[in-house]
């Protein structure tokens, strides 16, 4: 297998993974579990590619496709932020209350 063909077998495999976790971030159980299965994906894909990646460059068609993956990536980890951003407000805002009551 080609280190192009392994490139596209790890990108097909996370598409699904990261819309997955990016339609679950409402739901803890259910993002961990999607995030644990993109973890593996990568532990287990990404070294040899890597590896191969260091000797050769990919084609522009596999750059762009690599560019989109990274900015799933990046589009499901600012969603996280912002759920643990708002999640951190309010648990601040439950706090004060209840100081606020006593």
């Known amino acids: 297998m080609t280190v192009n063909e392994k490139l596209e077998e790890l990108l097909s495999a996370l598409d699904p993974l990261i819309e997955s976790a990016c339609s679950c971030v409402d739901d803890a159980p259910a993002f961990q579990k999607v995030n644990e299965s993109i973890a ?7 070294p040899p590619i890597a590896e191969a990646l260091a000797a050769i460059e990919p ?6 496709r690599i560019t989109k993956m990274s900015e799933k990536l990046a589009d499901l980890e600012a969603r996280t ?3 643990l951003v708002w999640a951190d407000d309010f648990e601040d ?3 004060e209350s209840v100081t606020q009551r006593r």
């Open 93 to 95: 805002y439950i706090r």
């Open 59 to 64: 084609d522009a068609e596999m750059r762009a």
């Open 81 to 83: 932020r912002a759920r």
């Open 40 to 46: 593996k994906v990568m532990s287990e894909s990404w």
